[in-house]
């Protein structure tokens, strides 16, 4: 008996300090798991030795069960520093190595921006819309009915060639590219009855050489009313304020006799130069006038052609180049630019807030 509980009293110091030496030799979280196992888990030495008591005698039992669970506690005791501070240090490392330095400047996102056409697109539509004037969109295949007939450009008529216009597939069907926003004037007049105040936004096409104020393609801004009373100046009012709002507050307006089969009176209208106030400079081209499209009174026969009485109603019609306008008001001298695509160019609107 004796020797029996000797030799559990040696075993259990025995396993002391073979646990506790063990235990100072650990550096890796992968030790601290392993000696954890071997010693205090459900089938380490510990748990073993406690297993065992029922080999010994009755009377011996709870001596050497106070013991073992006292060796239990100790070495639990020791080890719970010892397993935090290398947890520690393992999560340290960790930390150091997955280091991440927030304050290295970030990668720019490339951002696109609204193309300025598209921009000056929606600033005239705003402008327009305080003028009671709803932006109506038409299609950029026509028929020749729409792009000349109803707009007093009979087939035989010389004013049938001024457009230049690129035609589609069968020359004999006359489907064209619309060589302007026009078409738009008899396909909204078609459609509802006066008062007619509208815009026409889009783009238009003619069989052009290129050069840096002609494109085959560009973008128009058509705008018509109709109404009973209808004159000139209100023409002459509608244009100035926008020139106005685009432009700045002391702008003037300038008509100059024009021909368009689709008015009479017809003129081409000009906005005196914000930048030199009319005195002449090189966005101006020393005229001290910048150019901005044709005008007029809607012609009777295009009233009559929509069914309008022109005895009842009167009107007024409007086109402009868009890019033209962004031009003068930037100062960009080249039209070309607007379809190359050329960052460098399209990034200088990037900043600028949208209207
Ligand atoms: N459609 C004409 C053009 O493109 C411009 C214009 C529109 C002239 C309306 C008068 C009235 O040249």
Redesign the pocket.
């Known amino acids: 008996m004796e020797t029996q509980i000797h030799g559990l009293t040696e075993k259990i110091a025995d396993a002391r300090s073979q646990a506790t030496g063990q235990l100072q030799a650990l550096s890796s979280l992968g030790d601290v798991q392993e000696w954890e196992r071997a010693w205090l888990g459900p089938k380490g030495e510990i748990t073993t030795m406690l297993r065992s008591l029922g080999t010994l005698p009755k009377d011996e039992r709870p001596v050497a069960g106070r013991e073992t669970q006292a060796l239990r506690q100790e070495l639990e005791t020791a080890f719970a520093p010892i397993r935090d501070r290398i947890e520690r240090e393992a999560l340290d490392a960790r930390l150091e190595d997955e280091r991440v330095d927030v304050t290295l400047p970030g990668i720019d996102p490339q951002i696109g921006a609204i193309h300025p056409v598209s921009r000056m697109i929606d600033e005239l539509v705003e402008i327009f819309g305080q003028l009671g004037f709803q932006a109506v969109f038409g299609p950029e295949v026509e028929t020749g009915r729409y792009n000349f007939d109803l707009l007093n450009i009979p087939a035989d008529h010389p004013a049938r060639d001024v457009w230049d216009t690129i035609l589609v597939d069968d020359p004999t069907a006359e489907i064209v590219m619309r060589t ?1 926003t ?1 078409p738009m004037q008899a396909r909204t007049m078609e459609r509802i009855d006066p008062p007619v105040r509208v815009i026409v936004p889009g783009r238009t096409y003619r069989y052009e050489a290129q050069d840096a104020s002609h494109e085959w393609m560009f973008t ?1 801004l ?1 705008g018509l009313a109709v109404d009973r009373n209808i004159t000139m100046t209100d023409l002459k009012g509608v244009l100035q304020e926008m020139a106005r709002q685009l432009f700045g507050p002391e702008r003037r307006v300038r008509f100059r006799c024009d021909y ?1 089969p ?2 009479e009176p ?1 003129v081409d209208f000009a906005v005196d130069c914000a930048i030199c106030s009319g005195k002449g400079c090189r966005v101006c081209k020393q005229s001290g006038w910048l150019e901005m ?4 009174m809607v012609h009777p026969n295009v009233l009559r052609g929509v069914g309008y009485d022109p005895d009842e109603y009167t009107g007024f ?3 402009l180049g868009i890019e033209r306008i962004v031009m003068m008001k930037y100062g960009v001298d080249d039209l070309r630019i607007f379809n190359t695509n050329d960052l460098r160019f399209l990034k200088k609107f990037a900043t600028a807030a949208v209207s």
């Open positions: 302007h026009s128009q058509e368009f689709f008015v017809g499209g044709g005008a007029g019609a409007f086109g």
